[in-house]
């Protein structure tokens, strides 16, 4: 499946390791058309600045057009090299010689470094990129401490390294107190949500066909199924934010993954919550739709809903000025 960038590994190393090779040997471009790093080289600074903010939302994906404009550098220096020896540049090579500068290039540098580092001091991290900056940031804390051992008797450089140090300290309590965001939710998540609501049903009538012969019309419904895998698969792809690494995709696409898996198994437990709260309104028993109700006092009905009469009993001994009352009473 295509990706919406490649991964961090593909980015352009080497310098000219980024050359692209067309029909007959013939290089056709440095940098792939249409790819990120293209994009981010060839484009102005307020264009850059505007692709940053709405491609690159995530401080990793900052992070990796930080490397892809550092390897860009390096490609711009091999030209400088190569035309230093007098050889002279390809069309596309010159092409891109003419829309890049070194000044622009670290112009763009400078811009994607300060608002990494704002989104680091809002705290606008996942659990994934605090990590790396503890990491980071606990390695620096490590070297500063072993420069400052071996610094014994510079006073004035121990002193700036212990200056370093202090900063490094508050840096990682910062990082320490930030509470990690929840990733972005992927590009095509409704697309997506809703083949695997298709796929569901599919799922579970694979599940329980196993061990046995599948019958032509399951054979033709499952058919559907390994369709709807391979759209997911391509729609989770196309996802995939620029410059964004392996690890910080995965975690996307699990958190997407994991959030339908969850409602899913809610919507399953509605209607058993719905059958038990009804039982319980009437005491744990079913009562039935002809069930009728007595309050004490009330008549009798008969078969076709008239009072059924009630017999007179004989007055006998003592019972005898009740009764009296009683005919006393229906007169």
Known sequence: PKLGAPPQSDLVEGGMAGLSIGHHGQPTALLPDGSPQQ???MSSKPIFERMVKSKCSAWAQKKGALAALDSIKTLLQDLD???FTGTPLTDPEQTFYDAVSITTLEEKEAFLKKEMQTQVEQGNLTSIEKDTLLNQNAERLKKLSQDITDSHGKPKKVEKLKTMQQ???QRKELLEGITPKVPARLRHEPEITKLRAEMAPLLKMESEAKGRLLTIKETQTLARKNEIEEQIADLEASSRGWFE???AFQARLE??????AARQKHSKKK???AKNASAT???GFKVSSNSKFITPGAAKKGAWGKPVAQKKSK???GNLFAAMMNDSDSD
């Open 39 to 41: 994009m981010i080289a």
């Open 81 to 83: 090299a190569k035309l």
């Open 167 to 169: 900063k490094a300290e």
């Open 245 to 247: 690494d392996d690890p």
């Open 255 to 260: 958190v997407s993954r994991k959030a339908f």
């Open 271 to 273: 209607p058993a919550a």
């Open 281 to 283: 309104a009437n005491g």
């Open 315 to 317: 007055a006998k001994g």
